[in-house]
C-alpha cells in the first residue's frame, strides 16, 4: 500500500492511478473494519483529520474522472463514510497535507515510478511527465532522468 505524493496525482500513468483508486478503498475499508489501515506505508492517514484522507481521495478521483476512468460510487461512499453524516469537506489541494510528504517522500515515490518504467511498466511518454513533474517541485532538482 503506497499513497502516492499529491504532486504526482495528475501525471500518474493509467496503471498506478486505477491502482491508487482500490487502495483508498482497501484503506477505507481497513479504517472502517480494524480502526486503522494497519500498513506501514499508510498508517501516517490517522495522525490527520479524515478530511485529508477524503480530500486527497477525492483528487484522485477527480483525475480519473478527466480522464473518463470509471470511478465507483461504492468507493466513494466508504471513503466519506470515515466521517459521521458524510460531514466533510475538500480541501484544496495544496492544503492536502501529510508531514510524510516532503520532497524525500516525493524522491522515493519518483524512484518507486523510476523501477517502474525501467522494468517496462512504464512508458517513455508517461515518465517524462512523471520527471517533468518532479523537476518543477523540486526546482533544481538534481535526481531527474535525462532522455
Same mark, same amino acid.
Request: net charge negative; with cysteine.
Given at each position: 500500500?503506497?499513497?502516492? *505524493? =499529491?504532486?504526482?496525482?495528475?501525471?500518474?500513468?493509467?496503471? /498506478?492511478? $486505477?491502482? /491508487?483508486?482500490?487502495?483508498? +478503498?482497501?484503506?477505507?475499508? +481497513?479504517? !472502517?473494519?480494524?480502526? =486503522?489501515?494497519?500498513?506501514?506505508?499508510?498508517?501516517?492517514?490517522?495522525?490527520?483529520?479524515?478530511?485529508?484522507?477524503?480530500?486527497?481521495?477525492?483528487?484522485?478521483? &477527480?483525475?480519473?474522472?478527466?480522464?473518463? %476512468?470509471? =470511478?465507483?460510487?461504492?468507493?466513494?461512499? !466508504?471513503?466519506?463514510?470515515?466521517?459521521?453524516?458524510?460531514?466533510?469537506?475538500?480541501?484544496?489541494?495544496?492544503?492536502?497535507? %501529510?508531514?510524510?510528504?516532503?520532497?524525500?517522500?516525493?524522491?522515493?515515490?519518483? %524512484?518507486?515510478? @523510476? &523501477?517502474? *518504467?525501467?522494468?517496462?511498466?512504464?512508458?517513455?511518454?508517461?515518465?517524462?511527465?512523471?520527471?517533468? =513533474? $518532479?523537476?518543477?517541485? *523540486?526546482?533544481? @532538482?538534481?535526481?531527474?532522468?535525462?532522455?
Amino acid at each position: 500500500m503506497r499513497l502516492w *505524493h =499529491t504532486s504526482l496525482i495528475p501525471v500518474l500513468p493509467r496503471e /498506478q492511478l $486505477v491502482a /491508487q483508486w482500490r487502495e483508498l +478503498s482497501a484503506i477505507a475499508g +481497513s479504517i !472502517k473494519e480494524k480502526g =486503522t489501515p494497519n500498513h506501514l506505508l499508510v498508517n501516517f492517514v490517522m495522525d490527520y483529520p479524515f478530511n485529508h484522507f477524503i480530500s486527497y481521495a477525492y483528487y484522485v478521483r &477527480e483525475e480519473m474522472n478527466k480522464r473518463s %476512468y470509471r =470511478t465507483m460510487d461504492s468507493v466513494w461512499k !466508504k471513503i466519506i463514510s470515515l466521517v459521521d453524516n458524510n460531514d466533510y469537506n475538500i480541501l484544496p489541494i495544496n492544503e492536502v497535507y %501529510y508531514k510524510k510528504m516532503d520532497e524525500k517522500y516525493l524522491d522515493i515515490c519518483f %524512484y518507486n515510478l @523510476y &523501477e517502474k *518504467h525501467l522494468c517496462g511498466g512504464i512508458s517513455d511518454d508517461d515518465f517524462i511527465k512523471i520527471n517533468e =513533474t $518532479v523537476w518543477n517541485v *523540486h526546482g533544481d @532538482y538534481n535526481h531527474s532522468i535525462a532522455f
